[in-house]
C-alpha cells in the first residue's frame, strides 16, 4: 500500500469544512465592529437589526413562517446539542407527563431524555425495525394524553436513515402533542422545509452544513412556550439568554444560503459518491453488509459491517492509512461499546462488532472515492490474512440488510 499524507476525510457527519464563501462572510462582518445586540444605543440598535434580519433569512431558508402575529420562533444556541437539550427540558414542561424518544436518538436526545425521566417523567423508548425505521402503528398506541413531547430525529446519524416524519406528524398533530425533530444530520443534505414536515420544532447546527462551530438553532412554531435551560438575560425573549454572536449567524445564515440555492444538485452529488462508494466496496469485499441499506436514507452516510474484522483494528489501521471514518456518533467516539443504533436495529453480534460510518460531503470527490476504496480493500484484506482460520471461517457472507 502506497504510504499518504493526504488524508480522506469520510467522516463528515462529525463535521464539514468551512465553505470559503461562509469564512469570507463571516471575516467582513467581524471587520465592521458591531456593538452587542443587546446594547441600548444606535450601535448596538444596528447589531440588532442586521441580527434579526438574519434571523428573517434563516427562517425563510427553512421553510418557517415570519408573518407578524404567527411567526415562526428561531432561537440562536451554541450547536446541535444545546438545540436538542433546550427542546426537550423546553417543550416537555413540568412532571408528570409522558415523553417519548426513538431508540435510534443521538446522545443529546438520549441523556436529556434520562434526565426528564429522573425528575419524574415517565420515557419511552419507541424501537425501530432492523432497518432502523420507527414503527408509525406502535407510536399511535403509545400517544396518549398524558403524552407531552415526542421527539424522533429526522435523519440517523449512525446509519443515515429517515424516519417517516410527516406521517409521524399527523399522527401527532392529531393527539395535540408537541413533535420535535433532531434535523442535525438533515440540513444540508436534502430538501428540509419546516412548515412542510408538520413538526411543533426543530434542531439544525452549523458546522454540519459547512458552517461555523457554535452556532446551531431550534426552530419551533410560535404557540410552545420554550422553557429556558439558561438564566440571567434577556436576549431571544429571554428562552436563550446571553449576548448573540452576529458574525456566527452570518455564517450560518450563508451555509444556509449555499445549500438552499442548489438543494437538490446536493442531493443527487452525494448520493452519486456515496453509491458509487458502496458500490465499489461491495464488489471488491463481498461480505460487507451496508446497515440500514434497505430503508430510505440521507444521501450522504454510509454504516459499514466488515464481518470477521474488528471494527476497533480496522478503524485504527484505516487511520493509519490515510482514512478518516468513525466507529460512531463523534459524541460517543472513546466508547469501545458496539453501537446502541445498531443493537436498537437488532443486528447480529458478527456485524456489531464489525460496523463502521463513513460519510461524505460535496467537497469529496469520486478520485477521492476510488482511493479509499483501495485502501479499506487493502486493509481489510491484511487483517483477514493475519485472523485465525476458525474467526475467519465463522465471518462468511451475512443475509444483511442490503448488500450490493
Ligand atoms: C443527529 C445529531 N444530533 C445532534 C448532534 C450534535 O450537534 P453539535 O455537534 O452541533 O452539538 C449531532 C452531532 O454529531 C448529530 O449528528
Known amino acids: 500500500m502506497e504510504t499518504h499524507d493526504s488524508i480522506i476525510d469520510l467522516d463528515n457527519n462529525a463535521t464539514t469544512p468551512v465553505d470559503p464563501q461562509v469564512n469570507e462572510a463571516m471575516a467582513a462582518c467581524q471587520a465592521l ?33 415570519r408573518t ?43 441523556a436529556p431524555a434520562d434526565a426528564l425521566q429522573a ?27 398524558e403524552t407531552r413531547l415526542v421527539s424522533i ?24 402533542v408537541y413533535l420535535h425533530t433532531d434535523a442535525v444530520q438533515a440540513v444540508g443534505k436534502i430538501d428540509v422545509n ?51 454572536s452576529v458574525c456566527l449567524a452570518v455564517g450560518l445564515e450563508r451555509a444556509l444560503a449555499l445549500w438552499r440555492d442548489q438543494v437538490h444538485a446536493r ?3 452525494l448520493s452519486l459518491t456515496r453509491d458509487r462508494f458502496e458500490t465499489s466496496l461491495c464488489r471488491q469485499i463481498p461480505q460487507v453488509v451496508i446497515n440500514g441499506g434497505g430503508a430510505p436514507r440521507l444521501p450522504h452516510t454510509s454504516n459499514v459491517s466488515f464481518p470477521g474484522v474488528d471494527r476497533q483494528l480496522l478503524f485504527l489501521a484505516l487511520d493509519q492509512a490515510g482514512v478518516a471514518c468513525s466507529t460512531g456518533s463523534a459524541c460517543s467516539s472513546g466508547a469501545t461499546e458496539p453501537s446502541p443504533v445498531l443493537r436498537a436495529m437488532n443486528l ?3 456485524l456489531l462488532e464489525t460496523a463502521l ?30 485472523l485465525p482460520a476458525k474467526n475467519r471461517a465463522r465471518s462468511g457472507r451475512h443475509s444483511g440488510t442490503k448488500t450490493l
Not at 443515515?160 to 395535540?176: D, F, N, S, T, Y
Not at 476510488?370 to 491484511?382: E, K, P, Q, T, Y
Open 194 to 244: 419546516f412548515q412542510e414536515l408538520g413538526v411543533s420544532a426543530l434542531s439544525l447546527s452549523g458546522h454540519k452544513l459547512h458552517g461555523p462551530v457554535g452556532i446551531g438553532a431550534l426552530l419551533a412554531r410560535s404557540t410552545p412556550t420554550i422553557n429556558p435551560l439558561l438564566r440571567g438575560g434577556h436576549q431571544q425573549q429571554g428562552v436563550r439568554p446571553g449576548t448573540e
Open 267 to 269: 442531493d443527487q452529488q
Open 119 to 145: 425528575c419524574g417523567f415517565e420515557v419511552i423508548r419507541l424501537g425501530v425495525n432492523t432497518s432502523g425505521v420507527v414503527c408509525c402503528q406502535q407510536l399511535a398506541e403509545l400517544v396518549t394524553p
Open 33 to 65: 465592529g458591531l456593538a452587542n445586540p443587546a446594547s441600548q444605543h444606535t450601535a448596538g440598535q444596528r447589531a440588532r437589526r442586521k441580527l434579526e434580519d438574519l434571523r428573517d433569512q434563516i427562517c425563510g431558508h427553512l421553510g418557517g413562517r
Open 68 to 110: 407578524p402575529g404567527s411567526a415562526d420562533q428561531l432561537i440562536f444556541t451554541s450547536g446541535g446539542t444545546e438545540a436538542n437539550n433546550l427542546a426537550l427540558h423546553g417543550l416537555a414542561g413540568s412532571p408528570p407527563g409522558r415523553v417519548i424518544v426513538s431508540a435510534v436518538e443521538h446522545p443529546s436526545i438520549q
Open 348 to 350: 447480529p453480534q458478527t
Open 153 to 176: 430525529m429526522l435523519g440517523n446519524n449512525e446509519t443515515g436513515v429517515l424516519q417517516p416524519m410527516r406521517e409521524i406528524a399527523q399522527l401527532c398533530k392529531a393527539q395535540g
Open 357 to 386: 460510518r463513513f460519510s461524505v460531503s460535496v467537497h469529496t470527490t469520486h478520485r477521492q472515492i476510488d482511493l479509499a476504496v483501495d485502501r479499506i480493500v487493502s486493509v481489510f484484506n491484511h487483517l483477514r490474512r493475519d
